[in-house]
């Protein structure tokens, strides 16, 4: 008689994490025990169906932090490292002394972006091969009937060169086209010759290039907060590099 029932109920509970529920209660010269077991507390892992972890991929700053599910374990302005758990999916219930009861299992769902910088870097060598025409072209005419071709000249006139094609279908109504066609190939001989980027024409070629870099990034849903990028002119090469800040979005 001199047992607190409800004491040796929370007592229960807080050495057996497995045990959910407890009713004590005395009967005569006998003490009754029920409980509720939990099956063992769950651990979270990648198998577990519907629930994980959103979890930093990137070394930075938490720049803004919308949390829909889960229980965040960052706020904004915190600095994390790679792996890092930001929003936990697995959701304690807690009974009314305080021991935990069971774990709920939720997809965690939030919209973070992590500021970090990007180190960007592109050149291109200083020399380039451009086509350069000498003025000589040859020009053949050709009938095509059905899927054979008829030219008075098959022989290519020039080492290097560009042909250019003009064709003729004729059609007896606006959607009845005839089997047949003519035209002419018109060779035009250029050569290969190397020349020396100017300091713009190396300037434009170079700016495209980072803003193809940044577009992609874009697409992707980062941010772009701030770029710092100088061009160089080295032995060989014109070379852009320098560093870009960007806030981007935390993935699973």
Request: charged share 30%; proline share 3%; glycine share 6%.
């Amino acid at each position: 008689k001199r047992i607190d029932i409800e004491q040796l109920e929370k007592n229960i509970r807080m050495e057996f994490a497995e045990i959910t529920w407890t009713s004590i209660k005395i009967d005569g010269t006998v003490l009754c025990l029920d409980i509720k077991e939990n099956d063992g507390i769950k651990v979270l892992n990648d198998e577990e169906d519907g629930a994980y972890n959103l979890i930093s991929h990137v070394e930075g700053e938490i720049y803004s932090m919308v949390v829909r599910a889960g229980i965040p374990k960052v706020k904004q302005g915190d600095v994390v490292s790679a792996d890092t758990i930001l929003v936990e999916g697995i959701i304690p219930v807690y009974n009314d002394d305080g021991t935990v009861r069971e774990y709920l299992y939720r997809k965690a769902d939030a919209d973070i972006l992590i500021k970090h910088t990007i180190e960007y870097a592109y050149s291109i060598p200083n020399i380039h091969i451009e086509k350069i025409y000498t003025g000589r072209n040859r020009g053949y005419s050709f009938l095509r009937i059905g899927e054979k071709e008829f030219s008075l000249h098959n022989a290519k006139p020039f080492c290097m060169y560009d042909c250019v094609k003009q064709e003729t279908t004729p059609s007896l109504l606006k959607d009845l086209h005839l089997p047949i066609s003519w035209g002419r190939f018109t060779y035009r001989e250029y050569m290969n010759t190397e020349c020396l980027y100017s300091k713009e024409q190396a300037k434009a070629l170079l700016e495209e290039n980072l803003l193809h870099f940044l577009a992609a990034l874009e697409e992707k849903g980062v941010q772009i907060i701030e770029k710092d990028v100088t061009i160089v002119k080295n032995t060989d090469k014109y070379e852009i590099m320098g560093n870009i800040v960007v806030a981007e979005p935390a993935t699973c």
